[in-house]
């Protein structure tokens, strides 16, 4: 396995000087910090591991000022009781549970509890002292760092509450506005470095922002995560610029082997498996901002493909019965409009196997109609470079065929129609890849004939330059089929045209017992006509021969040259025979079809 990419934080203070300055109050634990700054371990950004693991940054925070300290915070059931050399002056209700607090710190610091607490009426204030609060980000675990901050209690930060507390900051309005260093400045402090420093806490930070969605988009949080991952995702210098093998770095992405997916450069990929760990949304931006980086579009097509093929796999396993019980449709289709929207445009940067299992999705959740052309027309306009393999894609219903030949016919008919509007002499490549396509699906027993059929009409006659494997097709599937009707069995042959197939193809249908007998009984009139047209021209050459020869001869008499009577009479001997041989194929030309017409009747 190629060395991992690394990158290495070999000075925290010189990369988050600007931070440092509202850092104060911090203390890493396990991490040395000089008086005039803070220094960190080195920083690697590993591959192949997951982002759930490891051991995570932490730090404790504290205020810098507390206007009144609390001597005990305690929790019973659904309240926590803040005690003090002052009695309680203050409930704040969070969701359903309660804080017993006092105004001055936290008034102090928030500037929407200061408006809630002294904006109310006389007579609100006099009834209860009770204040509501919903909607926090975070919710009760998070105001309870929240309380412990204001009275100056020691909190501990994580990359799993800091995207919430953060919010949550924001929510209450707790600016240095109110107090230098306070709760905003904090947490803007570490969530940086978080996300600046560490590879898997930027991927911690966005999987706790999946609960605070919209607050966590309000203030950046996804995006500046988003960023963060792309940059270090980047730093591979292989990721830039083109490459002579874009084709083969691309993979073809079947959803019930998505674990098996192999690539060529694993120095190239080793972020996808934390990428396609996240929700779509996160997906998506961390997809747009590695386009923004300059990533080369292949890589980002096949990380797409890579997150699409685990997503699938999820759902078509049924190992997660609980997704698929909550997984709504809106859900899916939305997911699957996301997906399509952000494929790279660049040539070659998504397979046609890719493309064609987003196709069948947006068929299955009914996207937009606009979206699904794009992708027929795009599928189409690969189709010359395909291989029939690529164009295997599964079905998942128990009575319906392995494969979805329907999708398939979509595409050929986009294609018809666009190569109508413009001819391409790559059409019998096209015909080709379908006539190889119908080989491998022919042997399914669930696939109908019609089906089998209109994919076999949808491409016009002229788009084969020989119909020998469009015949080994029919034919498999007439061998896999044998309880077809003799009409069925009609209908399917009759695209089938004596003169477009090879002598040997045609040899074989006149001794196969599975084609209907009126195909067979044409084939050999056609043959026996095709043979008497043959032997008429080589008489009529015959004959042109022999007199020219008479010719010669009485020209060689003028000149003294004698020519032998017994060759003359050789000759018209072998012409008399083939005037028999012709009139006994006249007679069996006859007999059959007074066959014929005996069978029609």
């Given amino acids: 396995m190629p060395e991992t990419p690394k990158l290495f934080v070999k000075n925290n203070f010189s990369l988050c000087s600007n931070f440092y300055a509202k850092m104060q109050g911090f203390v890493f634990p396990g991490i040395d910090r000089p008086a005039t700054g803070m220094k960190s371990a080195d920083r690697e950004y590993p591959a192949h591991r997951s982002v759930s693991g490891g051991r995570q940054s932490k730090c404790v925070m504290s205020p810098s000022n507390a206007g009144m300290v609390a001597e005990t915070i305690e929790r019973r059931n659904k309240h ?128 706790t922002c999946e609960s605070i969605s919209s607050w966590a988009n309000e203030f950046k949080i996804t995006k500046r995560s988003a960023e963060a991952i792309a940059w270090k995702a980047c730093t591979n210098v292989k990721a830039f610029g083109s490459s002579e093998n874009d084709n083969a770095r691309c993979f073809n992405v079947l959803p019930n082997n998505a674990e098996n997916l192999k690539f060529e450069d694993e120095a190239d990929i080793w972020w996808f498996e934390d990428v396609s760990s996240l929700r779509i949304d996160h997906f998506i931006e961390v997809i747009q901002a590695l386009k923004c980086k300059g990533m080369r579009a292949d890589l980002v097509g096949s990380c797409i493909a890579h997150w699409t093929a685990k997503w699938l796999a999820r759902i078509t396993s049924g190992l997660e019965r609980m997704t698929l019980k909550h997984m709504t449709h809106q859900l899916l289709r939305v997911t699957a409009e996301c997906l399509i929207k952000v494929l790279p445009t660049e ?94 699906v022919a042997k399914d027993e669930n696939l109908t004939v019609n089906s089998f059929q209109s994919l076999v009409e949808a491409l016009p006659k002229d788009a084969r ?65 095709n043979m008497t047209r043959s032997m008429t021209a080589i008489g009529s050459n015959y004959r042109r021969t022999k007199t020219q020869a008479i010719v010669r001869v009485n020209e060689g008499l003028g000149k003294g040259w004698t020519n032998s009577k017994k060759e003359i009479n050789l000759m018209t001997k072998e012409v008399e025979t083939m005037r028999v041989q012709l009139n006994d194929l006249q007679m069996c030309k006859l007999k059959l079809q007074n066959q014929l017409k005996r069978c029609i009747i």
């Fill in 80 to 207: 926590w009781f803040v005690q003090t050399k002052v009695a309680s002056d203050l409930i704040i209700q969070v969701g359903d549970s309660s804080f017993h607090l006092h105004k001055l710190p936290m008034v102090m610091r928030s500037g929407r509890l200061n408006r809630l607490v002294f904006q109310r009426s006389d007579a609100e204030r006099e009834t209860s002292s009770k204040i509501h609060i919903d909607n926090l980000p975070g919710g009760t675990k998070v105001f309870e760092l929240v309380v412990k901050f204001c009275y100056g209690w020691k909190a501990d930060l994580t990359a799993a509450n800091i995207a919430p507390l953060y919010c949550a900051a924001h929510f209450l309005e707790m600016s240095d506005d109110f107090e230098q260093g306070n709760l905003i400045s904090k947490t803007e402090a570490f969530l940086s470095f978080l996300i600046f420093s560490s590879w898997k806490d930027a991927f911690r930070i966005l999987k």
């Fill in 465 to 529: 330059y020989c119909d020998d494997n469009l015949y080994r097709a029919i034919d498999m599937y007439l061998k896999a089929h044998p309880s077809l009707t003799e009409e069925k069995r009609m209908s399917l042959c009759g695209s089938l045209e004596y003169h477009r197939l090879s002598q040997e193809a045609r040899e074989h249908v006149m001794k196969n017992d599975r084609l209907p007998l009126k195909i067979t009984t044409r084939f050999i009139l056609l043959e026996q006509v």
């Fill in 347 to 440: 040539e070659n940067s998504v397979t046609c196997n890719f493309i064609l299992h987003l196709l069948k999705l947006g068929f299955m959740t009914k996207i937009n109609s606009e979206l699904l052309s794009m992708l027929e027309r795009r599928i189409a306009l690969m189709l010359d470079q395909c291989c029939a393999p690529d164009l295997l894609v599964k079905n998942y219903g128990g009575k319906d065929s392995v494969h979805d030949v329907g999708l398939i016919v979509r595409v050929v008919v986009s294609y018809v129609s666009i190569v109508l509007s413009s001819p391409t002499p790559k059409m019998f490549a096209v015909g080709r890849l379908i006539d190889g396509y119908l080989t491998l």
